[in-house]
């Protein structure tokens, strides 16, 4: 089985900071990214916040400075799941995906990320899995 590492070059469209309207609280966000650190917020006040900030990469910094919801380790990967459904539901996104096949996919990276993705061999990969999850369904839903 093929495997794609990292989200970046041909296959940045898997990252979450890859440019894409979707919807949290009834608030739009420019990437999933975005949406994702608003979800870790306890007041729609703040959630605001990240509608605003420009890049994703800021998105995620200020993420690491808000006071998190206390049921965030419980909902966060619902959460996660979500907001890719929204995003792979874009006609081009989904081609792409669908078009990775059978790869494994695996958010490989340097920053230490072991939960989402995978550093230096070791990792759970679970936005890789949540990826190869939605391109099942797509593809469950194509055949129907």
Request: aromatic share 12%; hydrophobic share 35%; charged share 30%.
């Amino acid at each position: 089985m093929n495997t794609i590492n990292r989200f970046r070059g041909d296959y940045f469209f898997l990252s979450n900071f890859a440019p894409c309207k979707v919807f949290y609280n009834g608030k739009r966000f420019r990437t999933v990214e975005h949406a994702f650190q608003a979800a870790k917020c306890m007041s729609s006040e703040e959630q605001d916040i990240f509608k605003f900030v420009e890049t994703p990469a800021e998105a995620k910094h200020w993420g690491r400075t808000v006071q998190l919801r206390p049921d965030w380790e419980t909902v966060k990967i619902n959460i996660m799941k979500e907001l890719l459904e929204q995003k792979f539901k874009n006609p081009t996104y989904k081609k792409q995906l669908l078009a990775t096949g059978e790869c494994m996919l695996i958010e490989g990276n340097n920053h230490k990320d072991t939960f989402w993705g995978v550093c230096n061999g070791e990792g759970k990969n679970v936005l890789g899995k949540l990826l190869m999850d939605i391109r099942k369904e797509l593809r469950e839903d194509t055949c129907k």
